[in-house]
Nanobody, 125 residues
Framework: DVQLVESGGGLVQAGGSLKLSCASS????????IGWFRQAPGKEREGISA????????YYTDSVKGRFTIASDNAKNTVYLQMNSLKPEDTAVYYC??????????????????WGQGTQVTVSS
C-alpha cells in the first residue's frame, strides 16, 4: 500500500519559513511524481507545487513562485517543500499526494490519487 506522511507544519510569523516533509512508502519512488496541495477553511483544495521524480521537473502555482521550493531525497523516499517569506494567506492544511495513473486530482498533466493526512500551517500577521 502507498503511504504518505507529512510533517513540519506549525505556527510561524509572517515573513518566516517552514520546511514540510512528505515521507513515502509503497511507491516506485524514482518513477513517481509528488505534489503539494493546500486547503484553507472555506476554500477549495489548491495544487501549489509538484515534482516529477524521473527527471526532477518542478511545477509551481503563481502564488508561491519565488517563495517555495520543492525538492526530493530519493535515498529517503521523501519530498520537501521549503516555504520562505510566508504570508497569512498561506495559512492552510498542507497535503502531499502521489501520482496515480488511473485516478486522482488532475494537475499539470498528472493525477494525484494517493494522499497524506495533512499538516497545519498557520502564518500570523
Amino acid at each position: 500500500d502507498v503511504q504518505l506522511v507529512e510533517s513540519g507544519g506549525g505556527l510561524v510569523q509572517a515573513g518566516g519559513s517552514l520546511k514540510l516533509s512528505c515521507a513515502s512508502s509503497g511507491l516506485t519512488f524514482a518513477d513517481s511524481s509528488i505534489g503539494w496541495f493546500r486547503q484553507a477553511p472555506g476554500k477549495e483544495r489548491e495544487g501549489i507545487s509538484a515534482i516529477r521524480l524521473s527527471d526532477n521537473t518542478t511545477y509551481y502555482t503563481d502564488s508561491v513562485k519565488g517563495r517555495f521550493t520543492i525538492a526530493s531525497d530519493n535515498a529517503k523516499n521523501t519530498v520537501y517543500l521549503q516555504m520562505n517569506s510566508l504570508k497569512p494567506e498561506d495559512t492552510a492544511v498542507y497535503y502531499c499526494a502521489a501520482h496515480n495513473p488511473y485516478f486522482g486530482f488532475p494537475l499539470w498533466g498528472m493525477r494525484f490519487g494517493y494522499w497524506g493526512q495533512g499538516t497545519q500551517v498557520t502564518v500570523s500577521s
